[in-house]
């Protein structure tokens, strides 16, 4: 391995160079056997018996690194089309955290959702650390970044659908009915961690649930982590199917 492929494929950890280049990184033997088993193109695999223990340290990004580590070309059209037909998706609305937004992805992937519709600040979805996180659901979950969650909403809500969000001040989620998707588009819209849903998304919403805690009306904690509430979210989505 070259210096000069040591020092780009290091390049890869910075947004900047992924944007140009149209490719991100993959490291570990689960998840580059998903990138070798999925669509996605991959440009180039580098092992660590191959290269040598000291030029897969340089490339990696890792504290400690793995064994592998694949280049893969993202993709150039996203696969979850502008309008959104019946199913249940996700609408992540400011989700900053890497680690949050890989393990929406895995629920997505674990609870079969239809796709994931991301605002322009949620993270980048091909960032090493959101990749880490999905554990090979970056490979499976149908997602479109850089989306104006409002108008989508409205569009929806528009045709029939529904639109669903979670609110300190919202309706019991176990106690509401739930259109789960099976005859128009339903989404379930995460808030950022921080703020929550934006005022311009929360105008669109149909339907403000809210997870209570237990013993409800006594909450222990002020508010649940997104992914967590996310993952709460589906699962009653799901069970009412």
């Known amino acids: 391995m070259t210096s000069n492929e040591i020092k780009f494929v290091k390049s890869l950890q910075q947004k900047k160079f992924r944007d140009t280049s149209g490719l991100f990184v993959v490291e570990g033997e689960k998840l580059v056997a998903e990138a070798l088993a999925s669509p996605f193109q991959v440009e180039q695999v580098y092992r660590a018996q191959e290269i040598g223990e000291k030029a897969m340290e340089r490339i990696s990004g890792l504290s400690s690194p793995s064994p592998v580590l694949a280049v893969v070309h993202r993709p150039e059209v996203p696969a979850l089309p502008e309008k959104p037909g019946k199913g249940l998706y996700l609408a992540l609305d400011g989700i900053r955290d890497p680690g949050n937004l890989g393990t929406i992805l895995r629920i997505a992937d674990w609870f079969g959702l239809d796709g994931i519709f991301a605002s322009p600040d949620t993270a980048e979805v091909f960032a090493p ?74 105008a669109e919403v149909s339907d403000r649930l809210y997870i209570p805690p237990y013993p409800e009306g006594d909450p222990g904690s002020e508010s649940l982590n997104a992914a967590v509430a996310t993952a709460i979210t589906v699962a009653e989505f799901r069970r009412r199917r």
Not at 140 to 147: K, M, S
């Open 129 to 202: 650390k959101v990749v880490q996180a999905t554990m090979g659901a970056i490979f499976r979950v149908r997602y479109r970044p850089a989306v104006d969650l409002a108008a989508l909403c409205r569009q929806v809500v528009g045709e029939g659908g529904a639109v669903y969000g979670t609110f300190l001040d919202g309706r019991n989620i176990y106690e509401r009915p739930l259109s789960c998707g099976t005859e128009r588009p339903s989404i379930i819209v995460i808030g950022n961690e921080a703020k929550g849903i934006s005022p311009e998304v929360a």
